[in-house]
């Protein structure tokens, strides 16, 4: 497998591709990464150094890429957090040469926009494009329930309201939706979920909810779910694969008492998950 990711990269610590990649190589995965931001860290020290990548640079990258005959290659194209507004059209314009080469490839967007705690942290621009031009094209959507109420115009919060939500989604142009950090009203204490809704149905995985946030862990998410879904085309199995691997990275993360991710050190849950949660489906 071949996954085109474009992401932002950071210097020290795990997020963007400097998340995405590495957990995809340990599956096997070949990845050509594409940098859309090359900062020090991420933007939730408050503080970062570094440049935001011009769309045309960023286009000019793709371009040697294609040059060098790889876009037949791609199984699946990969997008998260989008520094500025003009990358969107760099991404969208690079997908559909994808597909062109490779009528087989998907694209998966992860929409950063926000989260149920802190709202929108990327600039006002940002949400209305990825609903209005970036999640038509897309495949696969990989919304946090926050980020999913913002692109459908609803408050997601029981499992049958984050179900006709995510129906919403689908009618936008994505074919499979995976929704993170569900926190319905009526879920056991102590858990988080995460729901994914395809063609096939619908299913539900619950794990430990840790005391932690962890930057990052959201496009380890994107990355691994985008992966195990194009590779099986089994939604649940993805799921529970991608739920068992991130869970043992945050908790070895929490467990070391460091605030960046053990990307590296939990290396071995992402080649061999433990698949200690299951899905259930729900429609």
Same mark, same amino acid.
């Given at each position: 497998?071949?996954?085109?990711?474009?992401?932002?990269?950071? $210097?020290?610590?795990?997020?963007?591709?400097?998340a995405?990649?590495?957990?995809?190589?340990?599956?096997g995965?070949?990845?050509?990464?594409?940098?859309?931001?090359?900062?020090?860290?991420?933007t #939730?020290? #408050?503080?970062?150094?570094?440049?935001?990548?011009?769309?045309?640079?960023?286009?000019?990258?793709?371009?040697?890429?294609?040059?060098?005959?790889?876009?037949?290659?791609?199984?699946?194209?990969?997008?998260?957090?989008?520094?500025?507004?003009?990358? $969107?059209?760099?991404i969208?314009?690079? &997908?559909?040469?994808?597909?062109?080469?490779?009528?087989?490839?998907?694209?998966?967007?992860?929409?950063?926009?926000?989260? $149920?705690?802190s709202?929108?942290?990327?600039?006002?621009?940002?949400?209305?494009?990825?609903?209005?031009?970036?999640?038509?094209?897309a495949?696969?959507?990989?919304?946090?329930?926050?980020?999913?109420?913002f692109?459908?115009?609803?408050?997601?919060?029981?499992?049958?309201?984050?179900?006709?939500?995510?129906?919403? $989604?689908?009618?936008?142009?994505?074919?499979? &939706?995976?929704?993170?950090?569900?926190?319905?009203?009526?879920?056991?204490?102590?858990?988080?979920?995460?729901?994914?809704?395809?063609?096939?149905?619908?299913?539900?995985?619950?794990?430990?909810?840790?005391?932690?946030?962890?930057?990052?862990?959201?496009?380890?998410?994107?990355?691994?779910?985008?992966?195990?879904?194009?590779?099986?085309?089994?939604?649940?199995?993805?799921?529970?694969?991608?739920?068992?691997?991130?869970?043992?990275?945050?908790?070895?993360?929490?467990?070391?008492?460091?605030?960046?991710?053990?990307?590296?050190?939990?290396?071995?849950?992402?080649?061999?998950?433990?698949?200690?949660?299951?899905?259930?489906?729900?429609?």
């Amino acid at each position: 497998m071949r996954v085109l990711s474009i992401q932002s990269v950071v $210097a020290h610590g795990h997020v963007g591709n400097s998340a995405a990649v590495f957990p995809l190589q340990r599956l096997g995965v070949e990845v050509v990464p594409i940098p859309t931001v090359n900062f020090s860290n991420h933007t #939730g020290y #408050g503080a970062w150094r570094g440049p935001l990548l011009p769309p045309s640079d960023v286009a000019e990258i793709l371009l040697g890429v294609e040059e060098r005959g790889v876009f037949p290659q791609i199984d699946a194209v990969l997008s998260g957090y989008q520094g500025g507004t003009g990358i $969107a059209d760099v991404i969208i314009d690079a &997908v559909r040469r994808v597909k062109a080469a490779n009528p087989a490839a998907l694209y998966a967007c992860d929409p950063v926009m926000g989260n $149920a705690k802190s709202g929108c942290f990327v600039a006002p621009e940002i949400p209305v494009l990825l609903r209005d031009r970036v999640v038509p094209v897309a495949d696969i959507i990989t919304p946090n329930q926050f980020e999913l109420g913002f692109l459908t115009g609803t408050e997601p919060a029981s499992v049958e309201e984050t179900l006709a939500s995510a129906d919403l $989604a689908r009618a936008m142009g994505p074919s499979t &939706v995976l929704v993170t950090s569900v926190e319905r009203p009526d879920r056991e204490e102590g858990t988080i979920e995460m729901l994914v809704v395809d063609t096939a149905g619908s299913w539900l995985v619950s794990t430990p909810q840790l005391p932690f946030k962890a930057n990052g862990s959201g496009d380890v998410t994107a990355a691994l779910f985008t992966a195990h879904y194009v590779q099986t085309k089994d939604a649940p199995l993805a799921l529970e694969r991608t739920a068992s691997s991130v869970f043992d990275l945050i908790d070895l993360t929490y467990r070391s008492g460091e605030r960046e991710l053990r990307l590296v050190q939990a290396q071995e849950f992402y080649a061999t998950p433990r698949m200690q949660f299951k899905a259930e489906q729900v429609r």
